[in-house]
């Protein structure tokens, strides 16, 4: 078998196209999800009534089924929900024209939320309370006490699994394409699709998100190496009263 070494560059230039829709789907994600997924987790972690229920359920469901699953009912149920919707306040919104790429926010925000949570949830349980306990003590709001001393603490544990799930979100964003989203599979399937030049699509595809996840990885690692070096450099000088306090 010999591959089509032409159509393989050709189409890798077109599936470059795709990529700032691939990051664009990941980076939003992540950025609805985490603040969510910290309050799941410290619902979680301090047992917060009704919502440790409601949170611990959210979180079984979205780890306990596949996202190709959650993609097609979020993308074959919500739009006629909100046409419902739409509908009955009497707005003048096509539903079904809206851009894809809004349903392709909604699913992979839903299910990183309940997976960044466990990381939230495993790296706060690094910090002993005895650290928050002191900084109230010390005169701190929990506000205050939360992002001098909790959160610097319990974020060097937790960059490794953060990294580790921004790359598996990145490498599921490839399933965009039951959306009709435009990212750099559905451009790479379409091209293949003239020819069936498949395998050389793919090839493309696999040299591409390659790179990418190595870049994210790379990332990772600086941040990791700063935040590490910046909490060894900043104990000593900031300790007092048995809590570690960062300004």
């Keep these: 078998m010999r591959l089509n ?3 393989m560059q050709e189409t890798f230039f077109i599936v470059l196209k795709g990529i700032p829709v691939t990051l664009q789907i990941t980076f939003v994600s992540l950025i609805i999800a985490t603040p969510l997924a910290f309050f799941i987790a410290e619902a979680r972690i301090h047992k917060t009534p009704v919502w440790e229920k409601i949170v611990t359920f959210y979180v079984s469901i979205v780890r306990g089924t596949p996202i190709v699953l959650q993609i097609l009912i979020v993308y074959s149920l919500f739009p ?6 739409v509908v009955k306040l009497h707005l003048n919104i096509n539903v079904f024209e809206l851009n894809p790429i809004i ?4 699913v992979f925000s839903f299910n990183t939320m309940a997976t960044l949570s466990e990381v939230f949830r495993s790296a706060l349980g690094t910090v002993s309370n005895d650290q928050l306990e002191a900084a109230l003590s010390a005169g701190l709001t929990n506000f205050q006490s939360y992002r001098r001393i909790v ?8 960059i490794p699994n953060v990294c580790t799930l921004t790359v598996n979100l990145l490498k599921n964003t490839s399933l965009a394409f039951m959306m009709t989203v435009k990212d ?8 293949a699709s003239f020819g069936f030049n498949y395998i050389e699509a793919y090839i493309d595809l696999f040299v591409i998100y390659l790179v990418m996840c190595s870049i994210i990885q790379i990332c990772f690692r600086i941040v990791e190496k700063c935040v590490t070096h910046y ?3 900043s104990v000593k000088p ?9 300004k």
């Design 80 to 85: 006629s929900l909100l046409n419902v919707l």
């Design 231 to 233: 909490k060894q450099t």
């Design 103 to 106: 349903y392709a926010y909604i």
């Design 184 to 191: 750099i599979t559905a451009l790479a399937k379409i091209e």
């Design 5 to 7: 070494t032409k159509f």
């Design 238 to 246: 900031k300790s007092r009263k048995g809590i570690v306090c960062w």
């Design 151 to 158: 959160i610097p603490q319990a974020l060097v544990s937790a």
